[in-house]
Nanobody
Framework: VQLQASGGGLVQAGGSLRLSCAASGRTFSTYALGWFRQAPGKEREFVAGITWSAGSIVYADSVKGRFIISRDNAKNTVYLQMNSLKPEDTAVYSC????????????????WGQGTLVTVSS
């Protein structure tokens, strides 16, 4: 599975962005996808994850109620809708894949895409 994230950019606090993670590979629909982010000088942290069937979705507490993860298996794409953005959401966002179940642990993901930078100005 190959992954490519896009959709990052500069937005003012309170604004919205939608990130996309496009995947290649015939077995995409059987993989769980996760979004992670890493701010300068900080460790990478889990943001949201969705199982292969979209039957289970998990969010980090810091984004719960503001971010929405979804997937379209027909398009081999996972989305992260980010609303009510805050300056502390500024980071490089990356998507990752692992079989079936999403996990908040980065070391449990097999495939990673390159990151896309999100900058939220105050």
């Amino acid at each position: 599975v190959q992954l490519q994230a896009s959709g990052g950019g500069l937005v003012q606090a309170g604004g919205s962005l939608r990130l996309s993670c496009a995947a290649s590979g015939r077995t995409f629909s059987t993989y769980a996808l996760g979004w992670f982010r890493q701010a300068p000088g900080k460790e990478r942290e889990f943001v949201a994850g969705i199982t292969w069937s979209a039957g289970s979705i998990v969010y980090a507490d810091s984004v719960k109620g503001r971010f929405i993860i979804s997937r379209d298996n027909a398009k081999n794409t996972v989305y992260l809708q980010m609303n009510s953005l805050k300056p502390e959401d500024t980071a490089v966002y990356s998507c990752a894949a692992r079989p079936f179940r999403a996990s908040p642990r980065a070391d449990e993901y097999n495939y990673w895409g390159q990151g896309t930078l999100v900058t939220v100005s105050s």
